[in-house]
């Protein structure tokens, strides 16, 4: 048996909406042309990834209940904030336990898309070392969070992600960026944090959600974003070196 309030939004309304302007932004690129270059090497259209975006940011409601640790106590709070960022905590009165879940748009979602994009692109060995990198900083600013769970940093894994992916490949940087970001972030926060679940009091610790949907999300949105932006750049810089030759 599980708690009936197990599917919320995992971020407070202000920072929800702060996604959602992030998301208006992306769009905004998009539209004006600016990441043509990532959209075609990633092998999906801008319009198909933004359509990925928008259905993670409504997916992240969604929280699958896999396993539940016994607990003594469960905090009841309705926000925790961490790093600036008010992340919501279901009340729960009646339930010692804490239910591990997982949460459909930052975990399902991130992980599907990400293995399309290295079947896609052929990205084994490049994803592979992608992702260790961002696990690695990921595992290191990732802090549990009583009451809460496993927390970051939002900032930290979309800059790293974004400098690993156009440091491994520029051909390949916005598909490295989605994919070292996103499973990056879930293996390196979620996933080896496990351990330090119980005992946190958390009435849901949820795998790609509170505590961790917003660094996925942005990494995703900005890192694209960003390797979007670098390549057309440097492909700028290159026709700019032809022209003088």
């Known amino acids: 048996m599980y708690p009936s309030n197990l599917q919320y939004f ?20 998009v539209a004006t042309g600016l990441v043509r270059f990532a959209s075609a090497s990633m092998g999906i259209s801008a319009g198909s990834m933004l359509t990925v975006l928008l259905l993670a940011l409504l997916g992240s409601y969604i929280n699958i209940p896999v396993a539940y640790l016994p607990e003594r106590t469960v905090r009841v709070a309705e926000t925790i904030t961490f790093f600036g960022v008010p992340y ?20 399902v979602i991130p992980v599907l898309l990400s293995l399309y994009l290295i079947a896609k692109n052929g990205l084994y060995a490049l994803g592979l070392v992608g992702i260790a990198i961002v696990t690695v900083v990921s595992h ?11 927390a970051e940093p939002v900032f930290i894994p979309p800059v790293v992600t974004a400098v690993v992916a156009v440091g491994l490949s520029r051909r390949y940087a916005a598909p490295l960026a989605y994919v070292s970001g996103s499973l990056g972030t879930l293996v390196g926060a979620d996933l080896l944090n496990l351990g330090e679940i119980q005992g946190l009091g958390a009435p849901i610790a949820s795998i790609g959600g ?12 900005l890192a694209v974003v960003y390797a979007g932006l670098g390549m057309h750049l440097g492909a700028e810089r290159r026709s700019a070196r032809a022209w003088w030759r």
């Open 10 to 29: 995992p971020v407070a309304w202000p920072f929800l909406l702060v996604l959602l302007a992030l998301f208006g932004v992306a769009v905004a690129v």
């Open 88 to 107: 919501v905590v279901p009340v729960i009165r009646e339930w010692p336990s804490t239910v591990i879940a997982v949460n459909v748009g930052g975990a």
């Open 140 to 150: 290191l600013v990732a802090r549990p969070v009583a009451g809460l769970g496993v």
């Open 210 to 221: 509170a505590g961790t949907f917003d660094g996925i999300f942005v990494t995703g949105l």
